[in-house]
């Protein structure tokens, strides 16, 4: 079953068409990647699924709801979980409180009181330990290296148990043994979650993606795996350059 489907999606600002008729079909489990040159429109097309920009016509679908006119709140409610360049975790609380937080920030008194219940702590050692920081649990965010609180952030996105989860170059700024370390927890997440993600780093793409999707000026550019992309004679005129 799709689990994310976008239809003839299209954003104008002003004169400038950013997102221009995309189709795009993510399967439940799949790791896909989003690639293209700069203002391609990959960013915008993450802003539209998560509500952050409203299109200017096309569908959105999670499952077989139609979110395409849902606040953005609703749509984070209805399970799309989005992770943005900059961190947004709290820096004065250490890594176990930044999940807390996250999970509190649920309606309700009933659910904070779940995060003390010992299923949700069981859940956030076993997200911790999924993205390697079981032994910075007591950690201020602030004294996290990069690589460390970008894995925070995505932990807390696990917590929130999202249908579809999307990365916007979540390896920017990370070291080489980050980005290793990244491409094993992504290798590990795919098939349990369904992520899109914008990554530059081709290495890094090839590590982790079985189907990747090309945009170029707004458009769907080319879909397959990476071998079929790369040998692809449009993809090389636009985007890698030889
Ligand atoms: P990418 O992430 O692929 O580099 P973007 O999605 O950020 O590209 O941008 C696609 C195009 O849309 C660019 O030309 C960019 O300048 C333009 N754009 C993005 N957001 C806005 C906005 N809010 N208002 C006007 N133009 C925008
Ligand atoms: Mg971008």
């Given at each position: 079953m799709a689990a994310l489907t976008l239809e003839a999606l299209t954003v104008k600002f002003g004169g400038l068409?950013?997102?221009?008729?995309l189709d795009l079909q993510i399967r439940d489990g799949e790791l896909r990647c989003l690639l293209g040159p700069n203002g391609a429109g990959k960013s915008t097309t993450l802003d539209l699924i998560c509500g952050k920009t409203a299109p200017t016509s096309g569908r959105i679908i999670l499952g077989n709801q139609?979110?395409?006119?849902?606040?953005e709140f609703k749509r984070a409610r209805a399970g799309v979980g989005r992770k943005f360049q900059t961190p947004s975790v709290f820096?004065?609380?250490?890594v176990i409180e930044n999940l807390e937080v996250g999970r509190s920030s649920e309606p309700g008194l009933l659910s904070t009181l779940r995060v003390f219940r010992s299923p949700v702590r069981g859940r956030m050692r076993e997200v911790l330990e999924l993205v390697g920081l079981e032994d910075a649990i007591?950690?201020?965010?602030?004294?996290?290296s990069h690589g460390q609180t970008q894995w925070l952030e995505i932990a807390m996105l696990l917590m929130q148990d999202c249908r579809v989860i999307l990365m916007d170059?979540?390896?920017?700024?990370?070291t080489v043994q980050e980005t290793r370390q990244t491409a094993e927890l992504f290798r590990t997440l795919r098939g349990d979650h369904t992520m899109i993600v914008v990554e530059h780093d081709m290495t890094f793409v090839r590590d982790i993606a079985e189907t990747v999707t090309v945009m170029d000026m707004g458009g769907l550019l080319a879909e397959g795996s990476i071998a079929e992309v790369e040998a692809n004679p449009a993809v090389r005129e636009a985007y890698l350059a030889d």
């Open positions: 068409t950013a997102v221009n008729g139609d979110i395409t006119n849902l606040p820096k004065d609380l250490t007591h950690t201020r965010a602030e004294n996290l170059e979540p390896t920017a700024g990370m």
